[in-house]
């Protein structure tokens, strides 16, 4: 509600909320590596593949990272795709 | 809204949404349109140009999400599939986010024409942030466009700089090298357009502005609150809640779709004494 210019409880002040808290977050990331995004994350993918290639052939596009940043921690989720006609010991039966 | 499910093969057109000066709306615009193409059923990517200094994630509020970008596909550090991030709000639209550490000589012609090239296959529009200023991020934003969103404000800095892109438009890129091709077709986005300004003469009208840079107009887009907050929670404006600013960008992106639609003026009068004191919940 908007009385006299002032906002009262408003929704407004929820979105400049929203905005330091984003701001924050992404900022505490990107102070502490000089960047958000990790410089390592194309070194890791390569050496994810390599060693998996070691036992299963697959290609870089099967390995799938994501990162979600958030407040106190941050994840970091790998997911190698393991196509079906290429597990170990499933002597091409397709 | 028109919902228009669409077969394949993808348009693939590349639209690019360049300005020249600063601060006029461009990663606003660019995250509104695109949201608007993708709302209307087109496959829809927007990708940020502006090298060094990425914020088109934190308009789309996807900044946390980011892994891969760009810069990291075109020097082949990973696959451009792991490098787009769908949006969570839209299946069609995608983000391509730039890089935070690189600068804008990361870029080479080459590269970003194979990533567009990649991206045709699969998109009906691929929609390019421009970073400000006429330089290397912003000539290769421009160089592979089909079509140009010139965002201008009616301000005498912010006409002048959108004439000289307009000017490259039609000199520097591969559509005005290329001999026989239709040049790239430009309209003018007016933003941060102030009803109350320009009823007291304080404001250049649309018909000022369009009357010096003579290109087509793509829409007006008032001046308006739902601006800042939609940025505050990373939401594109067309994708908030209803506001005269997410219904004149509805309008421009129908348009650039090639509907046609009538242009209003929409207005969000500042208000007057007489609101401030007896509310007015915007």
């Known amino acids: ?94 | 809204m028109t919902e228009q499910l669409k077969e394949d093969p993808p348009f693939g057109r590349v639209v690019v949404i360049t300005s020249g000066k600063g601060g006029v709306g461009k990663t606003t615009s660019a995250a509104a349109i695109s949201a608007g193409l993708a709302k209307m059923g087109y496959k829809t990517v927007v990708i940020d140009f502006d090298v060094g200094l990425r914020n088109l994630d934190m308009t789309m509020g996807c900044e946390r999400r980011v892994v891969f970008d760009f810069i990291n596909v075109i020097q082949g550090d990973a696959r451009l599939k792991q490098a787009l991030i769908r949006d969570k709000r839209l299946e069609n639209l995608s983000i391509l986010p730039t890089s935070q550490t690189r600068d804008k000589d990361a870029l080479t012609k080459e590269g970003v024409e194979t990533v567009l090239n990649e991206l045709k296959q699969e998109f009906d529009y691929i929609i390019c942030d421009s970073p400000a200023g006429i330089e290397r991020g912003a000539q290769l934003a421009m160089y592979f466009a089909d079509e140009a969103v010139v965002v201008t404000n009616p301000e005498v800095s912010s006409v002048r700089d959108s004439d000289r892109v307009l000017g490259l438009l039609s000199s520097q890129t591969r559509r005005a090298e290329t001999e026989g091709s239709e040049p790239v077709k430009a309209q003018v986005l007016l933003t941060r357009h102030d009803r109350t300004r320009i009823e007291n003469g304080e404001m250049m009208t649309v018909e000022d502005v369009l009357e010096i840079l003579a290109v087509p107009l793509l829409g007006i887009i008032p001046e308006s609150q739902a601006v800042l907050r939609a940025s505050n929670i990373g939401t594109p404006v067309i994708l908030d809640e209803p506001s005269a600013a997410s219904r004149s960008y509805e309008d421009a992106v129908a348009r650039l779709t090639g509907q046609e639609v009538e242009m209003r003026i929409a207005g969000e009068r500042r208000p007057g004494i007489f609101h401030r004191l007896f509310g007015r919940s915007a």
């Open chain 1, 1 to 94: 509600m908007n009385l006299f210019g002032l906002n009262l409880g408003s929704r407004r002040a929820k979105s400049a909320q929203t905005a330091k808290d984003r701001l924050q977050i992404l900022l505490a990331h990107e102070r502490s590596r000089g960047s958000g995004t990790p410089d390592y994350l194309p070194d890791l993918q390569r050496d994810i593949v390599q060693a998996v290639r070691k036992y299963v052939d697959i290609e870089i596009e099967d390995v799938d990272v994501r990162m979600d940043r958030s407040r106190d921690i941050s994840s970091l989720e790998i997911n190698v795709e393991i196509p079906a006609d290429k597990k170990p010991g499933s002597d091409s039966k397709t």
